[in-house]
């Protein structure tokens, strides 16, 4: 009789929305496992027909409360691309500026409220409060930086109203900014410090050699850390631009999941996962950071090169640091355009776009007509790129850790689907083990 | 030591944008942690603590068997229960499908429809269950739901202004954007809350925070076609988007769908 244990996790919370885990294993190995995304469809692909373009950035936004500019962003860019225009450099840096915004909020809401508990054995952050005060108050004030960002330039922290296809509706003026200027210099120092103390948690020793290492996929530009703009590069030599990416990449419908899994195509099956988000970013970008950031890398010991997931909090909070430096140089530049934006005409056209959420690649592809309505969308998020990389992570971290209490094995498996902070709640829940004879 | 009351936070169909409102509350958090038990709220904690709950707070709307069975349970074990966000109150954006046939939205996403368990509407919470209070909105104002909250700590009235955008657009002393840009603007007939954030960046009004006891939603598209020349098809893009099943905004938006066909 083999004895055949099961980890099941009922309410995973989100992946963009509600999942669950089960994993099957025994002494040999793992037999199964299953990140099922249960969350129910909304179906915005398909509401979007009909739709005129203007709306796109409004109506996508819907999709994710946590990173609704993301979805403005790559909607306004791929509604440009169909459109062939090329808004004014003030437009592209307030842009840029908006992004550091809601990656500093969504970075830090992850590393503080929903997986440094993990790494300390807290339910909450709010139960890490308790001993650690003042890490939490700190990790709440910077975050409050990052959305006062973008409050400011957006309009409000969710589901901002100021992004439009050409431009925003209207530009801060230059006097508007200075006091946000102030907020961030605090920001930043408060960021170094909190990249310090990331590095001293605790990390789980994980690697997955060839043939089984990582492929990075992440956007790349000559000129800047990617967030708008940029190639998609992989760390395997891709090298494709944003109307390539359907050549390349494709979604599969696996039958436990209500999420669409993403692969390489024209891989060995068991090889076509691949890895979006913070840490395929500072692999292939990292001389693109800025010289403060690259300096706080090296004090703390954390080399330009990371494949230890665990360690992907450290590289959130690098971004974080070399999103205010980069919110800075902004403001520091920046000069009121004289038009908002760029009065657009409908035509019938398709436009890609691809860019950099948080959480990794967000491509967007609509195909709109004479009269401007949306008559195609597709939409592929972060989440559902990484899907099939967190699980072939718990594949080869299960064997590894096999020795572990179950209590103590469901929690690193809690904390290694964290690693990919696969939407917000994906963060906190139960999981549940079951022993599980198999006759 | 007195016990402190038990809250809880359901998600249902929606983006989570609103109860991520109450972690971007930063400087009332901690504070509320301390006054409450903050029992159930799967977003930011894995403690899980049985009901009854004192206050339990909704977000989303019902578009899964499960969930509508799901809601019957919490009902039952919350003594006070309010919603939060366009989703719960009207069936927010995905409600956009009672308008269509679902089945062929299926298709559209999904590559194998049959994997998929859906109901053909999405619906409010209050379409199954007794609700006592309604906060509107896409997402819901933060500073709102703290009001709610401690209203309901406090055994006492929340006080949410029911009155409208335009409202708020006058208090604010701003432009209105309507009359001196001819730019369409559904704050006449949308429910105050926001602080009328739209008209003060130069953009109408889009309807977010669904409509306002008692819309004149004839006489608003009236004005909009007349003085602005918008066409039908704008007119309803505005009443269909994020409250496109709320009730006031279903039933104009039909009229625009019928003024099509007999035009054709
Ligand atoms: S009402 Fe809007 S912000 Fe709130 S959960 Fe629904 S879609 Fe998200
Ligand atoms: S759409 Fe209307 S209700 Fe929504 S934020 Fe804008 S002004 Fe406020």
Redesign the interface.
């Known amino acids: 009789m083999k004895k055949s244990k099961v980890i099941k996790v009922d309410y995973l919370a989100r992946v963009e929305g509600e999942g669950a885990l089960y994993i099957r294993y025994d002494e040999a190995g793992v037999d199964d496992v299953q990140l099922k995304i249960f969350e129910p469809p909304r179906f915005f692909e398909a509401f979007l027909r009909g739709r005129d373009y203007l709306e796109a950035p409004d109506i996508t936004a819907r999709i994710c409360g946590i990173c609704p500019v993301a979805y403005q962003m790559s909607a306004v860019h791929a509604m440009e691309n169909a459109l062939d225009i090329t808004p004014a450099n003030e437009i592209r840096e307030l842009r840029r500026l908006l992004y550091c915004g809601e990656w500093i909020e969504s970075h830090v809401l992850h590393i503080y409220m929903l997986h440094a508990p993990d790494f300390l054995g807290y339910e909450s952050a709010v139960a890490m409060a308790k001993d650690y005060p003042q890490i939490v108050q700190r990790g709440l004030h910077i975050k409050k930086i990052g959305n006062a960002i973008v409050n400011l330039i957006g309009g409000r922290e969710i589901h901002p109203i100021n992004v439009r296809v050409g431009g925003f509706y209207r530009m801060p003026t230059v006097s508007e900014l200075q006091p946000l200027r102030e907020e961030l210099l605090k920001g930043r120092d408060m960021a170094i410090e909190s990249a310090r103390w990331v590095a001293s948690l605790p990390f789980p020793e994980f690697k997955r050699d060839a043939p089984f290492a990582y492929e990075f996929v992440a956007l790349s530009h000559p000129d800047e850390y990617p967030m708008n703009e940029g190639r998609i590069i992989s760390s395997t030599g891709l090298d494709i631009n944003a109307q390539q990416y359907e050549e390349y990449f494709a979604e599969e419908h696996v039958k436990h999941s209500n999420a669409l899994h993403s692969v390489i195509k024209g891989r060995e099956k068991g090889k076509d996962a691949y890895l979006v988000g913070p840490m395929a970013r500072y692999n292939l970008n990292y001389d693109r950071l800025s010289p403060l950031t690259k300096s706080i890398a090296k004090e703390i010991g954390f080399p330009p090169f990371c494949d230890n997931p665990f360690q992907s909090i450290i590289v959130r909070s690098l971004e974080v640091l070399y999103a205010f430096d980069e919110a800075l140089r902004i403001i520091d530049s920046y000069q009121r355009p004289h038009t908002p934006y760029i009065k657009t005409q409908a035509k019938a056209a398709t436009g890609y776009a691809v860019t950099e959420a948080p959480r990794g690649l967000l491509y967007h592809h609509y195909s709109i007509d004479a009269q401007g309505k949306i008559t195609e969308a597709k939409i592929v998020a972060p989440t559902s790129q990484n899907q099939k990389t967190i699980e072939n992570d718990l594949r080869y971290l299960v064997p590894h850790y096999m020795h572990l209490e179950e209590e103590k094995l469901r929690a690193l498996c809690e904390q290694a689907i964290r690693n990919y902070d696969p939407c917000i709640s994906c963060a906190t829940h139960f999981l549940k083990i079951h022993r599980e004879k198999n006759e | 030591m007195k016990t402190m009351p038990k809250l809880a936070v359901w998600?249902f169909?929606?983006?989570?944008?609103?109860?991520?409102?109450l972690?971007?509350c930063?400087?009332e958090?901690?504070l509320l942690?301390g006054q409450i038990d903050?029992a159930y709220f799967?977003?930011?904690?894995?403690?899980?603590v049985d009901g009854p709950y004192d206050l339990s707070i909704v977000e989303g709307s019902i578009?899964?068997a499960d969930?509508a069975e799901r809601i019957q349970k919490i009902r039952q074990q919350s003594h006070t229960l309010i919603t939060i966000g366009a989703c719960a109150s009207s069936g927010?954006?995905?409600a956009?499908?009672n308008f269509?046939d679902?089945t062929?939205?299926?298709s559209?996403?999904?590559?194998?429809p049959e994997?998929?368990a859906?109901l053909k509407t999405s619906s409010a919470i209050s379409d199954h269950i007794r609700v006592d209070f309604v906060l509107q909105g896409?997402?819901i104002n933060k500073a709102q739901l703290l009001e709610v909250i401690s209203a309901y700590l406090n055994q006492r009235k929340p006080q949410i202004p029911a009155h409208s955008v335009c409202m708020e657009c006058k208090l604010k002393g701003n432009i209105c954007v309507m009359v001196a840009h001819g730019t369409p603007c559904m704050g006449p007939v949308t429910h105050a809350g926001?602080g009328a954030?739209?008209p003060?960046?130069?953009?109408g009004c889009?309807g977010?925070y669904g409509p306002k006891e008692n819309p004149n939603t004839a006489s608003l598209s009236h004005w909009w076609q007349t003085e602005l020349g918008s066409d039908n098809?704008?007119l309803l893009?505005n009443f269909r988007?994020?409250n496109a099943a709320a009730p006031a905004f279903a039933t104009q938006s039909l009229t625009f769908i019928e003024k099509n066909h007999e035009e054709k």
């Open positions: 998600k169909t929606s983006c989570d944008g609103c109860q991520l409102s972690l971007d930063e400087d958090l901690l942690a903050i799967m977003e930011a904690s894995s403690r899980q578009t899964t969930e927010g954006i995905q956009l499908r269509a679902v062929e939205f299926t559209l996403v999904y590559a194998h994997y998929i859906t896409c997402p926001c954030i739209c003060s960046y130069n953009r889009y977010c098809a704008t893009e988007n994020m």
